[in-house]
């Protein structure tokens, strides 16, 4: 699976973005995915995850009731959703992706990464 972040961009506190991650290869269908994030200095963390079927996501506490994600298999592309974004959202958001029904919040328990897209939220 080869994975291609895009979406990303500066944004004010308070607005918007959807980030789309677009897939490549045999194995979307069956793979569960996963946003990450990185700001300067500090560890990749988990934002988001879907399972295969999108039938289970899992949200970091900092995201939860502000990030969406969503999955449309047809297309081979996961979505990410941000409202009410945060100056302390800013990062590059990476897209992942495991071959397992059920995401994890650990980086290293995903194979498939892309190669992130910048996001900056100003104040």
């Known amino acids: 699976v080869q994975l291609q972040a895009s979406g990303g961009g500066l944004v004010q506190a308070g607005g918007s973005l959807r980030l789309s991650c677009a897939a490549s290869?045999?194995?979307?269908?069956?793979?569960?995915l996963g946003w990450f994030r990185q700001a300067p200095g500090k560890e990749r963390e988990f934002v988001t995850g879907i399972s295969w079927s999108a039938g289970s996501t899992r949200y970091a506490d900092s995201v939860k009731g502000r990030f969406t994600i969503s999955r449309d298999n047809a297309k081979n592309t996961m979505y990410l959703q941000m409202n009410s974004l945060k100056p302390e959202d800013t990062a590059v958001y990476y897209c992942?992706?495991?071959?397992?029904?059920?995401?994890?919040?650990?980086?290293?328990?995903?194979?498939?990464w892309g190669q992130g897209t910048q996001v900056t939220v100003s104040s």
């Open positions: 992942a992706a495991l071959s397992g029904m059920v995401p994890t919040t650990t980086p290293g328990a995903y194979r498939y």
């Open positions: 290869g045999r194995g979307f269908g069956v793979s569960s």
